[in-house]
């Protein structure tokens, strides 16, 4: 947990200097406070870029949690038995849920939801590559749960690390669930893989076509990174896009093995020398056209959010009156203080409009 006593400590000293002195000590609290590995809460002064460059990383990923709810929502009406349909809805549920967390998190940074979801709606900003790829079979759901979420994982994994409170702690329940996608990806496409020659043949086509696509979620390659310098110095990112892509292509080599399915890469090798395996060029111009835009499936998902945002609008207005409603009910009689109305100097009901919004907003 935080360690804020030092910020305050020092933000206490600096009072009474002038403006610049001010920064100056703010910033080398802010700086001591990360070198110390100490987090970073939404109290605490922070330089803006540190402030945007947050925004800007959580807003992503929680776009990416919900944009991600398309392509498996693809299947829940065609999962192949009731079992199967009922985690797939929970796996899918999970991921509105993850949205939640970090919508919130970005929300502590002073970035309301209704802005954010502006910007992905008209494009400001981006959400992961990798859901603008199509859901063609049904072993997608276990390629996606396979490869996709363990590859978030493994990017994921240190981000509970990060410096900044509220998404470190975001990041360690959505690992915990992350870890069940994973698992029940795997242990689909085992069953495929260990089915009839046809199940068989359609898990590898399905690895075959979200393998580079998966590696392509770690971000471009290190030295073509515009922000990871600046985001592992304030331990935002604890390790580089390359790292972390390395060390998931060393996690699946052996796990395509117990599948008894083959990773679509002809120059994946073990390399002794540097305790990894060597991998095949990745095609960056894809990765570019995706994040342009011209990905398979960009359209269709940006149009389906917001197809699904304004016919949520209904279910947010009802929330909000709702709870103007109910902010109205529990207004203390006049002459009556906040004390004697519920004791706690805090009326009861007293919901902003805003938290009955977003509720509303991660249901549509
Ligand atoms: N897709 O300087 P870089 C999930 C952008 S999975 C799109 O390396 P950074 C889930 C990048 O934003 C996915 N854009 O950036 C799983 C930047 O553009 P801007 C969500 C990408 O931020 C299953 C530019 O390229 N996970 O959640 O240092 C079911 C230069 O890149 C991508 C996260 O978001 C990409 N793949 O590093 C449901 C994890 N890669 O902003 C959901 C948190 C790069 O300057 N995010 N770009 O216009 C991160 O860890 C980092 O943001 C990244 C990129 C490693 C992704």
Same mark, same amino acid.
């Given at each position: 947990?935080?360690?804020?006593?030092?910020?305050?400590? %020092?933000?206490?000293? =600096?009072?009474? +200097? /002038? !403006? #610049?002195? @001010?920064?100056?000590?703010?910033?080398?609290?802010?700086?001591?406070?990360?070198?110390?590995?100490?987090?970073?809460?939404?109290?605490?002064?922070?330089?803006?870029?540190?402030?945007s460059?947050?925004?800007?990383?959580?807003?992503?990923?929680?776009?990416?949690?919900?944009?991600?709810?398309?392509?498996?929502?693809?299947?829940?009406?065609?999962?192949?038995?009731?079992?199967?349909? %009922?985690?797939?809805? =929970?796996?899918? +549920? /999970? !991921? #509105?849920? @993850?949205?939640?967390?970090?919508?919130?998190?970005?929300?502590?940074?002073g970035?309301?939801?209704?802005?954010?979801?502006?910007?992905?709606?008209?494009?400001?900003?981006k959400?992961?590559?990798?859901?603008?790829?199509?859901?063609?079979?049904?072993?997608?759901?276990?390629?996606?749960?396979?490869?996709?979420?363990?590859?978030?994982?493994?990017?994921?994994?240190?981000?509970?690390?990060?410096?900044?409170?509220?998404?470190?702690?975001?990041?360690?329940?959505?690992?915990?669930?992350?870890?069940?996608?994973?698992?029940?990806?795997?242990?689909?496409?085992?069953?495929l893989?260990?089915?009839?020659?046809?199940?068989?043949?359609?898990?590898?086509?399905?690895?075959?076509?979200?393998?580079?696509?998966?590696?392509?979620?770690?971000?471009?390659?290190?030295?073509?990174?515009?922000?990871?310098?600046?985001?592992?110095?304030?331990?935002?990112?604890?390790?580089?896009?390359?790292?972390?892509?390395?060390?998931f292509?060393?996690?699946?080599?052996?796990?395509?093995?117990?599948?008894?399915?083959?990773?679509?890469?002809?120059?994946?090798?073990?390399?002794?020398?540097?305790?990894?395996?060597?991998?095949?060029?990745?095609?960056?111009?894809?990765?570019?056209?995706?994040?342009?835009?011209?990905?398979?499936?960009?359209?269709?998902?940006?149009?389906?959010?917001?197809?699904?945002?304004?016919?949520?609008?209904?279910?947010?207005?009802?929330?909000?009156?709702?709870?103007e409603?109910?902010?109205?009910?529990?207004?203390?009689?006049?002459?009556?203080?906040?004390?004697?109305?519920?004791?706690?100097?805090?009326?009861?009901?007293?919901e902003?409009?805003?938290?009955?919004?977003?509720?509303?907003?991660?249901?549509?």
């Amino acid at each position: 947990m935080a360690t804020a006593a030092p910020h305050h400590t %020092a933000r206490a000293q =600096a009072d009474g +200097q /002038d !403006e #610049a002195a @001010h920064a100056a000590a703010y910033e080398a609290v802010f700086d001591a406070a990360v070198a110390a590995d100490e987090r970073i809460e939404p109290r605490d002064w922070m330089p803006d870029a540190y402030r945007s460059t947050l925004v800007r990383q959580i807003a992503q990923h929680a776009h990416s949690e919900i944009i991600g709810m398309q392509p498996e929502a693809n299947w829940i009406t065609r999962a192949p038995s009731l079992r199967r349909k %009922a985690i797939l809805m =929970a796996k899918v +549920q /999970d !991921e #509105a849920g @993850h949205g939640l967390y970090l919508y919130s998190a970005a929300e502590t940074l002073g970035t309301g939801r209704d802005e954010l979801l502006d910007k992905l709606h008209t494009g400001r900003q981006k959400y992961s590559s990798i859901f603008n790829y199509p859901t063609l079979t049904w072993a997608d759901v276990g390629a996606i749960g396979w490869l996709v979420d363990g590859a978030a994982i493994t990017n994921q994994v240190p981000l509970c690390r990060c410096s900044y409170g509220p998404y470190a702690r975001a990041m360690v329940r959505i690992c915990k669930e992350e870890s069940f996608h994973q698992r029940q990806g795997y242990e689909l496409l085992l069953a495929l893989s260990r089915g009839t020659p046809e199940q068989h043949e359609m898990a590898q086509d399905a690895v075959n076509r979200w393998w580079w696509p998966s590696l392509m979620m770690f971000g471009p390659p290190d030295d073509e990174s515009s922000h990871s310098a600046q985001s592992m110095a304030w331990k935002i990112k604890r390790h580089s896009n390359d790292e972390l892509r390395q060390r998931f292509v060393d996690i699946c080599v052996p796990q395509a093995e117990s599948l008894g399915l083959t990773l679509p890469d002809p120059d994946l090798v073990w390399n002794e020398e540097r305790g990894h395996h060597d991998f095949g060029a990745i095609d960056w111009t894809e990765f570019r056209e995706v994040l342009k835009g011209n990905g398979p499936c960009n359209e269709q998902r940006i149009t389906q959010r917001r197809r699904a945002h304004d016919e949520g609008a209904w279910v947010r207005e009802a929330a909000a009156a709702y709870a103007e409603k109910q902010a109205t009910r529990a207004e203390p009689p006049a002459g009556h203080t906040d004390q004697q109305s519920n004791g706690t100097g805090s009326p009861q009901g007293d919901e902003p409009a805003g938290t009955a919004d977003e509720h509303a907003e991660a249901r549509a």
